[in-house]
């Protein structure tokens, strides 16, 4: 299966602990995305990356979480000093340069107690 | 301010009858739309899409309308299966911003 993979599926952390969330995009797109899904909501944007490039941060992005992908390939987010409300579905979806065809992961699901 | 609305949380359809999925947004500049479904424990995988170019884009038994004017999208399915019975997210962008903005979806259970 070539499709986009996220490690690990379910984190549970308690609060103040920080967490890393690794996501292996389809080998062939430049493009990977990350968004956080709470129940009953539709994914909200959190950054993306083009290649290496990290070229939009959302609002949502606050300074404890931080993104990587450093040799353009997988990519890693992660929370510093979580909080229950970062408890979230997070998903992670790649798509080739000229497409808003994204496609997603299975999503990591983080609990906060 | 949400800028793009799926007004119906769920849908509930007889098999092999037609499924309408209804979206509206509030920002002009989006011209690209997109139907994703989701699964349970699975992300949301990409059904069909369409510019703003056009009113109506066909995939088997996916068919996106698009007006413009009203600032409003629909699906449809036809016929329905049981296996269609999902959570389905409508989705924007602006030309040169690939980020998608999500409505909030609308779960549509097929009847046998």
Request: hydrophobic residues 30%; contains cysteine.
């Amino acid at each position: 299966d070539t499709g986009v993979s996220q490690d690990p599926r379910h984190k549970i952390t308690k609060r103040g602990q920080n967490v890393t969330f690794r996501c292996d995009p389809i080998s062939e797109h430049n493009r990977l995305y990350w968004y956080r899904q709470t129940l009953g909501q539709g994914p909200e944007f959190l950054t993306y990356f083009q290649n290496e490039a990290q070229l939009e941060k959302s609002r949502l992005l606050s300074d404890r979480f931080s993104a990587e992908r450093p040799k353009g390939s997988f990519s890693t987010l992660e929370i510093q000093r979580t909080e229950q409300g970062d408890s979230a579905m997070y998903l992670c979806a790649s798509s080739f340069f000229d497409s808003s065809g994204q496609y997603f992961g299975p999503g990591t699901r983080l609990t906060v107690t | 301010d949400q800028q793009v609305k799926q007004n119906s949380p769920s849908l509930s359809v007889q098999e092999g009858r037609i499924s309408i999925l209804n979206c509206d947004y509030t920002n002009s500049m989006f011209d690209y739309f997109l139907w994703y479904k989701k699964y349970p424990a699975e992300g949301p995988t990409f059904l069909i899409s369409i510019s703003s170019i056009k009113d109506k884009n066909e995939d088997g038994r996916f068919t996106v309308f698009l007006n413009k004017s009203a600032k409003h999208l629909s699906l449809h399915i036809v016929p329905s299966q049981p296996g269609d019975s999902a959570v389905y997210f409508c989705a924007a962008s602006e030309d040169s911003n690939y980020q998608l903005i999500w409505g909030a979806g609308t779960k549509l259970i097929i009847k046998p």
